[in-house]
């Protein structure tokens, strides 16, 4: 797949009542400071709006536990509270989840029906911590599995690209032993939630369709670029996907608060650009937010990712540098090998 000159974009900012607490990272200026990405007038003018809409349970329970969805239900409606310590709901979270998971499964119609190759879901709460029956993480349903599974159901092959700054433990658990899934993350290790170390490789039934890259405290974008080009993109390409679907969290940023990697706004420009090139000549690619908590930051990496959706190079910052990218992701590569040796 080339990159398109239209983005399919779906936001839920006016449909937004979950609220989490002024203290709370993931909080509902997200959204605000996702829309100022998207303004930038080299953007605006090569997107297409879509109306979002709510998922059903029946849709969520193809991934989730129907219990685990209706707990969650029933502890909003009693006023909401915390699950745990990070993750926290109100009167409105339940409602706000069904618009998030659903606006990835009305950007799937969209695209089914031709109106782009890609599209963009700008959406809280996250997703990529959510287990099949567990919230966690600031994530209450995952959104990004629930489009995966509505997708592989009906046959394709899908392939997610995770690269939040930390590693997407629910999604991996989910699809940790699915053949119709490859799920491959870049993250900082050890970070939240612990999980995701090299030799993670997927269960007996999916063995190798787990690709997870760890990097350490300090890692450039360059790190994550050498991982595309040695691990993730060679495994994605023996995979052979049908859709490409992206956990962009932006919080690997280097003004993020709650992490400590050393990415810009132009690395994420970049690691678009790989994606895009792993895309088949006739498949679809559709990205999701996750991470990303400082606002200013959020909005720059969301224009620069958008962008290249959109076949325009935009970098509010540029790149950051190669440092020790190329041996880190030789090492990672080696400590995936082993594992795969030893099965």
């Known amino acids: ?76 409606a009693s006023g909401g509270g915390a699950i745990d310590a990070d993750t926290q709901t109100s009167i ?49 349903v995952n959104n990004v599995a629930v489009a995966a599974t509505t997708l592989a159901d009906r046959g394709e ?10 590693h997407g433990n629910g999604t991996q658990d989910i699809f940790w032993d699915d053949d119709r899934v490859l799920f491959a993350s870049t993250h900082e290790y050890p970070a939240y939630p612990g999980s995701g170390g090299a030799r993670e490789i997927g269960g007996t039934d999916a063995r190798g369709l787990t690709v997870n890259v760890p990097l350490p405290g300090g890692a450039g974008g360059g790190a994550a670029l050498a991982a595309f080009d040695t691990i993730i993109g060679p495994a994605v390409d023996a995979f052979a996907p049908t859709w490409l679907l992206i956990s962009a969290g932006f919080d690997a940023h280097r003004r993020d608060p709650l992490a400590n990697l050393n990415w810009t706004s132009g690395d ?22 996750e991470g990303g908590y400082d606002l200013d930051a959020l909005a720059d990496s969301v224009t620069a990712t958008v962008g290249s959706l959109a076949g325009l190079d935009l970098r509010p910052e540029p790149a950051s540098t190669l440092d020790d990218g190329v041996a880190i992701a030789s090492r990672v590569g080696e400590l995936r090998q082993q594992a795969l040796d030893s099965r």
């Open 1 to 76: 797949m080339s990159a398109t000159n239209q983005v399919l974009v779906t936001t839920t900012t006016d449909l937004d009542n979950h609220e989490t607490g002024s203290w709370h990272p993931e909080r509902p200026q997200r959204l605000g400071a996702v829309d100022h990405g998207l303004s930038h007038p080299e953007v605006d003018e090569r997107l297409v709006r879509l109306t979002p809409r709510q998922a059903t349970i029946d849709e969520m329970a193809r991934t989730h536990d129907r219990k685990h969805l209706e707990s969650v239900a029933q502890l909003v």
């Open 92 to 140: 409105g979270s339940w409602e706000t989840a069904r618009w998030a998971a659903g606006a990835g499964l009305a950007a799937i119609e969209a695209l089914d029906a031709g109106q782009a190759d890609a599209a963009f879901v700008g959406v809280r709460p996250p997703g990529h911590h959510a287990t099949a029956d567990q919230a966690m993480g600031f994530c209450l």
């Open 157 to 166: 092959r899908v392939a997610i690209i995770d690269w939040d700054v930390h």
């Open 268 to 289: 994420y420009a970049d690691l678009c650009r790989r994606v895009i090139e792993l895309a088949p000549s006739n498949g679809k690619i559709l990205a999701f937010l």
